[in-house]
T-cell receptor
Framework: GDSVTQMEGPVTLSEEAFLTINCTYT??????LFWYVQYPGEGLQLLLKATKADDKGSNKGFEATYRKETTSFHLEKGSVQVSDSAVYFC????????????FGQGTTLQVKP | DTAVSQTPKYLVTQMGNDKSIKCEQNLGHDTMYWYKQDSKKFLKIMFS???????INETVPNRFSPKSPDKAHLNLHINSLELGDSAVYFC???????????????FGPGTRLTVL
């Protein structure tokens, strides 16, 4: 079945460091890909998404490019802030329109001043 | 105004009890979901309703029963609670998917259920 694999966390960075969180997927067809973020004590919020190959999603300085050839959707940010500390989830959903999101295991990011 | 709300935020109860978690969305969305997040933060879908009709029912014990009185509400009732039911439960909603584009899901703040 479809699945999403993220890099193991936690990831600890200093403020202004470069961030990469790896995400690869296994899916039939052409899924849509998402990054969701969960701040402490809160629900998930959509960070960015891409719906077809080579699309780049971006928001709040974060970017991810849908790479079909490597089945990847890595999250990057050039300069992280303490306020970016959160759990980041990569997810996919199929174009069958049931809307079912399949999540990776989540990666905890801690940014230190 | 809160887009997707859940009550209660925290729920502590004894094994064997029956409890309900309520979810409401004021976004006018057609589809609502329940997800379970375990202690390792792993998220898995449980149910999905579209216009009050069940469309996703993952492998969930039949002690869990979703109820959708209208398309703005999706409640989760759990019978005979077990220790393993302890988790954070998230409700979400999404608008109708247009063509092959699957739209964003909007999540509630979660309900932390602790079974003692």
């Amino acid at each position: 079945g479809d699945s999403v694999t993220q890099m193991e966390g936690p990831v600890t960075l200093s403020e202004e460091a470069f961030l990469t969180i790896n995400c690869t997927y296994t899916a039939t067809g052409y899924p849509s890909l998402f990054w969701y973020v969960q701040y402490p004590g809160e629900g998930l919020q959509l960070l960015l998404k891409a719906t077809k190959a080579d699309d780049k999603g971006s928001n709040k300085g974060f970017e991810a490019t849908y790479r079909k050839e490597t089945t990847s959707f890595h999250l990057e940010k050039g300069s992280v802030q303490v306020s970016d500390s959160a759990v980041y989830f990569c997810a996919l959903t199929q174009s069958s329109n049931t809307g079912k999101l399949i999540f990776g295991q989540g990666t905890t990011l801690q940014v230190k001043p | 105004d809160t887009a997707v709300s859940q009550t209660p935020k925290y729920l502590v109860t004894q094994m064997g009890n029956d409890k309900s978690i309520k979810c409401e969305q004021n976004l006018g969305h057609d589809t609502m979901y329940w997800y379970k997040q375990d202690s390792k933060k792993f998220l898995k879908i449980m149910f999905s309703y579209n216009n009050k009709e069940l469309i996703i029912n993952e492998t969930v014990p039949n002690r869990f029963s979703p109820k959708s009185p209208d398309k703005a509400h999706l409640n989760l009732h759990i019978n005979s609670l077990e220790l393993g039911d302890s988790a954070v439960y998230f409700c979400a909603s999404s608008p109708p998917a247009s063509g092959t584009i699957t739209d964003t899901q909007y999540f509630g703040p979660g309900t932390r259920l602790t079974v003692l």
